[in-house]
Nanobody
């Protein structure tokens, strides 16, 4: 059974950086489009970024464009989210997700990780 396990969350000051990792188990990583979502307290889960199977195409939410970078390492079956210039409003639980294409990953991912907390202090 395919599983997604996030890591790398923590507490950081505004303007700082963090890198989240999502390790995928199972054989489907190379065929899956991968994405990141986040959910802040009292708010709905929102799409953050996605990356295609080849890694050649990435998609970002407007709120993180230019600050966050999604990437994937096929050899390690891992997808990353590099977060720079963090703001207090980036505070949320961040979830890794996968799906068959970018549309599905942005809307109704087939698989979710358990989430990792990111807290940005002002």
């Amino acid at each position: 059974q395919v599983q997604l396990v996030e890591s790398g969350g923590g507490l950081v000051q505004a303007g700082g950086s963090l890198r989240l990792s999502c390790a995928a188990s199972g054989r489907t990583f190379s065929s899956a489009v991968m994405g990141w979502f986040r959910q802040a307290p009292g708010k709905e889960r929102e799409f953050v970024a996605a990356i295609t199977r080849s890694g050649s195409t990435t998609v970002y939410a407007d709120s993180v464009q230019g600050r966050f970078t999604i990437s994937r390492d096929k050899a390690k079956d891992t997808v990353y989210l590099q977060m720079n210039s963090l703001k207090p409003e980036d505070t949320a639980v961040y979830y890794c997700a996968s799906g068959p294409n970018t549309v599905v990953v942005q809307t109704t991912p087939a698989l979710w990780g358990q989430g990792t907390q990111v807290t940005v202090s002002s």
